[in-house]
């Protein structure tokens, strides 16, 4: 995965939102997630499947393998 890729997240306490960022562009994730674990397995399936880090990202074999930074 390239350097400008790095996957952080957002997460909101209050209203248990995500915010997942991806080099320049945000994405808010579409649910409403109980805790940050769970928010952070649907941003890496989020990557993986819509942002296409499956084709990119050659060095995880499977969504669960990509780096997402909580924050």
């Known amino acids: 995965m390239h350097s400008e890729e790095h996957l952080q997240l957002h997460f909101d306490l209050l209203s248990r939102r995500a ?12 649910d409403i997630y109980p805790t940050k674990e769970m928010a952070r397995a649907a941003a890496q399936k989020f990557a993986w499947e819509t942002l296409g880090l499956r084709e990119r990202a050659r060095e995880c074999r499977q969504a669960s393998d990509l780096p997402v930074w909580l924050r």
Request: charged share 25%; aromatic share 8%; proline share 8%.
């Open 19 to 30: 915010l997942l960022s991806c080099g320049d562009k945000d994405y808010v994730l579409p």
